[in-house]
Nanobody, 114 residues
C-alpha cells in the first residue's frame, strides 16, 4: 500500500509562486515514478510534471520554464516549484505514484487570481 499526502496549495496572485509537497509512505521506493497532475473545473485531469525513478523529468508544454519538479528520496517526498503562475494554472493538484498500480493523493487546491 502507498499513501500520498499533498500540501502547499493556496491562493496567489498572477506572477506569484507556490511550492507543493507530496509526502509518500508505505511501499514506495526511489525507483518508482512520481508526478503531479491537475484538474480544472469542467476539464479532464492532465499531467503537469513527472520524475522517474532515474531522475528523468517531463513537463506539460504549458508549464515548461515555469515549474520544476524534484524529489528527495530520503524523505520520500516530491516537490513542485511553481513560478510565474497564471490564472489558467488554477485547479486541484494531485500527487501521483506508479507503484505497480496507480496511487493518488487527495489533492491540494491552487487558485491564481488575475
Amino acid at each position: 500500500q502507498v499513501q500520498l499526502m499533498e500540501s502547499g496549495g493556496g491562493l496567489v496572485q498572477a506572477g506569484g509562486s507556490l511550492r507543493l509537497s507530496c509526502a509518500a509512505s508505505g511501499s514506495i521506493f526511489n525507483y518508482h515514478d512520481m508526478g503531479w497532475y491537475r484538474q480544472a473545473p469542467g476539464k479532464q485531469r492532465e499531467l503537469v510534471a513527472e520524475v522517474t525513478g532515474g531522475g528523468i523529468t517531463k513537463y506539460a508544454d504549458s508549464v515548461k520554464g515555469r515549474f520544476t519538479i524534484s524529489r528527495n528520496n530520503g524523505k520520500k517526498t516530491v516537490y513542485l516549484q511553481m513560478n510565474s503562475l497564471k490564472p489558467e494554472d488554477t485547479g486541484l493538484y494531485y500527487c501521483h505514484a506508479r507503484v505497480g498500480g496507480h496511487y493518488w493523493g487527495q489533492g491540494t487546491q491552487v487558485t491564481v487570481s488575475s
